[in-house]
T-cell receptor, first 114, second 111 residues
């Protein structure tokens, strides 16, 4: 079955630590996205990528970094510069960046600072 | 002002009721409209997809777009407890590189 796999499902981060969230898709989609979801705030775009080796900042990119070395993979690193990282993180993909295509979402990673 | 506005709810209805979920938008260039359903602690899933104005029906769900008033609606007939979830509306111009989402409306269908 095609889909998006996010791992881990739960992640705990200590203060000052960088952590990386994994996102893999086997849908052959060109575009991939990272969102952060907080209660009452909806989805906020962190980074997105429309092709391999290229990505753009979203609305809340500070304290995050990404890479897109393979079409299937779009990992997100939450750095120590992100002061409030506790949230639910969602990865999504679409056939193309333009054209009104819907997104396929992963099941999310819940990150908690301890 | 957000480009897509959505009442966060929560909206509580009894089983069997007709549910109306609504969004408004400000960008007249939006052409594609989608509804996503998100269960607690899960990722959103695409529920309905509509291009331009008009209605689209799929089982108990009907999506409606009125571009003249910039209004997006999702109707759920014969609502079930399994419909309890957060519903997100979204819109796309077709030339932008990302969707614009509403904040989501939490729906609770009670027995």
């Amino acid at each position: 079955d095609g889909g998006i796999t996010q791992s881990p499902k739960y992640l705990f981060r200590k203060e000052g630590q960088n952590v990386t969230l994994s996102c893999e898709q086997n849908l052959n989609h060109d575009a991939m996205y990272w969102y952060r979801q907080d209660p009452g705030q909806g989805l906020r775009l962190i980074y997105y990528s429309q092709i391999v080796n290229d990505f753009q900042k979203g609305d809340i990119a500070e304290g995050y970094s990404v890479s897109r070395e393979k079409k299937e993979s779009f990992p997100l690193t939450v750095t120590s510069a992100q002061k409030n990282p506790t949230a639910f993180y969602l990865c999504a993909s679409s056939i193309g960046g333009r054209g009104g295509y819907g997104y396929t979402f992963g099941s999310g990673t819940r990150l908690t600072v301890v | 002002q957000k480009e897509v506005e959505q009442d966060p709810g929560p909206l509580s209805v009894p089983e069997g009721a007709i549910v109306s979920l609504n969004c408004t938008y400000s960008n007249s260039a939006f052409q594609y409209f989608m509804w996503y359903r998100q269960y607690s602690r899960k990722g959103p899933e695409l529920l309905m997809y509509t291009y331009s104005s008009g209605n689209k029906e799929d089982g108990r769900f009907t999506a409606q777009v009125d571009k003249s008033s910039k209004y997006i609606s999702l109707f759920i007939r014969d609502s079930q407890p399994s419909d309890s979830a957060t519903y997100l509306c979204s819109a796309d111009t077709g030339t932008a590189s990302k969707l614009t989402f509403g904040t989501g409306t939490r729906l609770q269908v009670t027995l």
